[in-house]
């Protein structure tokens, strides 16, 4: 994920401190202030924000963003953020002055369709629509240590539907084998929708679930679980370290999805 030092300014805030000495805090944040964080000096979307997020935007017309845009446009709605399960980021470092927040490495880690609408609603509004001053709920966890990363990722992941293979979406290995296969001029959708949203064309994109069969089948000669249970090796920690580790050379991921696209043929 891309490092970013960002300020966040709040109408309130609580804090608590870990026994490990890492700060946490729970935020009530106006839009258009969260609007400021999403957004560079030009106005344009901070896509790296979402580096370490399991997902990409699902689209407008997904119902879950549907419901937040009809929530955003109504005036006589209930306050946002009674509605909404908020936003939550990791940072390496944060300190306030006032209600005004320095964060150091920040990467919203749940939220992006939150996020991806309040950007969208608020950009076509008229700078004085009543819509800047709704809130929205802010978590902020301030940690680096990479595991406790990856449980809030999957924890907060957990509370709406999510397939296995995007909880695996921030691990290293899924990383490396991204960077590998990019260089194969391949597309990982290790977070499901970039590259459709990027505009990838869709015969070089490979979904996680595709190279996880293909790693059964083609490497591991475990075509029967290739065919009816891909998804155990992707909830399983012992299996998915079977076909997903550190050790493996990084050019078998790209032969075995191409092998696979061969036999299709």
Avoid: M
């Avoid at 990409?56 to 109504?74: F, M, S, W, Y």
């Avoid at 946002?80 to 880690?109: E, P, Y």
């Avoid at 940690?143 to 990856?150: E, F, H, L």
């Amino acid at each position: 994920p891309s490092t970013y030092g960002a300020e966040l300014r709040v109408l309130d805030w609580l804090s608590h401190e870990s026994d490990g000495g890492e700060q946490s805090y729970v935020c009530l944040v106006s839009l258009g202030d969260y609007l400021r964080l999403l957004t560079d000096d030009d106005g344009a979307y901070r896509e790296h924000l979402f580096d370490g997020n399991v997902r990409h935007h699902e689209g407008a017309r997904a119902t879950v963003n549907k419901e937040i845009a009809q929530t955003l446009a109504d005036p006589d709605a209930p306050p946002f953020w009674w509605l909404n399960n908020g936003v939550t980021i990791i940072c390496s470092g944060a300190s306030s002055k006032g209600k005004k927040f320095a964060l150091d490495d920040v990467q919203i880690v749940n939220g992006l369709q939150t996020s991806r609408t309040i950007y969208e609603a608020l950009c076509s509004a008229d700078s004085k629509d009543p819509v800047f001053d709704r809130h929205v709920l802010v978590r902020v966890i301030e940690t680096q240590d990479p595991k406790t990363i990856n449980r809030v990722i999957r924890a907060t992941n957990r509370q709406t539907p999510v397939k296995e293979e995007s909880l695996r979406a921030t691990d290293e290995v899924q990383l490396l084998i991204e960077d590998h296969l990019f260089s194969e001029e391949l597309f990982y959708d290790r977070r499901r929708n970039f590259y459709r949203n990027s505009g990838k064309p869709r015969s070089k994109i490979v979904s996680v679930r595709a190279l996880t069969q293909a790693l059964l089948a083609v490497v591991h000669s475990k075509p029967d679980d290739a065919r009816a249970r891909p998804g155990d090796y992707l909830k399983n920690d012992s299996k998915y370290e079977e076909i997903f580790n550190e050790y493996s050379s990084l050019s078998i991921y790209p032969w075995a999805i191409r092998c696979q696209w061969i036999v299709d043929a």
